[in-house]
């Protein structure tokens, strides 16, 4: 088939669609097409992954009442705080007491582990005109339920369009989560406190076991075994910073490995 080189990388050819230089189609930058793709992303939210994390947040509401957060300051932390983990440290230096610099500077370490989650799905949005403060905008959103949904979808997905997709998937997991808080936390005498830490517990669960599928090489679940034998021995020898050292020294040893074994079989 015949096909012709038009201006800024796009291929084409004369009966079909067209392509970026990346090969992902091409579609029309309209009102239209971008509403579609952002209720596409909107339904994306209504999936497995989304309910159990609705129901990592129904455990929160309960942990943040018995905390003695208010309601107003339980969706508040929803919206900005966002990532579960983070919200759990922070309410965790409430109850605790500690100064405010102590618990931003807990909350801010927690929150570094998105950096590499960030770092892999910008590139995959940016398109040749996505403006930076998008980019700014959308990392907001970026959570492990977020990310594996956008990463297993992006593919299928043409580039110019993934942003809109993003922002529908990421809005709309915000939005029913700040609304789920607010409900919950009216209610949340009347449910049972080991029912609020099993529905606490099914968000690393879900993390652990979508980010074994998603690995893309061994290193990967070497990485999260190692971790996951580590965590129990630093939480003994260094409760403070167990997930910290576990993860640089178990992320550390796993990618030695991967080294060792690349050279090996170069040799």
Known sequence: MERWHAPFGVVAPHDGPCYGRDMSPLVSD?????S?????GVRAAFSLPGLILVSSF????????DAGVTMVQAAFMTGTVWALPSMVVLVGAIVSGVALPAALFAVTLSAIRLMPMVMALV?????E???QWVLYLLAHFVAVTSWVLAMERFKHI???MRTTFYAGLGGTLVASNIIVVTAVYAVADALPSTISAALLMLTPMYFLTSLWGSARERVGHVAMVLGLVLGPFFHVLLPQFD???AGVVGGAAAYGWHLWRRRAGAV
Request: hydrophobic share 50%; no cysteine; proline share 9%.
């Open 36 to 40: 579609i793709w952002f209720l596409r």
């Open 158 to 160: 043409p580039r110019d």
């Open 30 to 34: 309209t009102p239209m097409s971008r």
């Open 129 to 131: 005109k996505t403006r």
């Open 123 to 127: 590139p995959e949005m940016r398109a």
């Open 58 to 65: 129904v455990g929160f509401a309960a942990l943040a009442k």
């Open 243 to 245: 997930l910290l050292a």
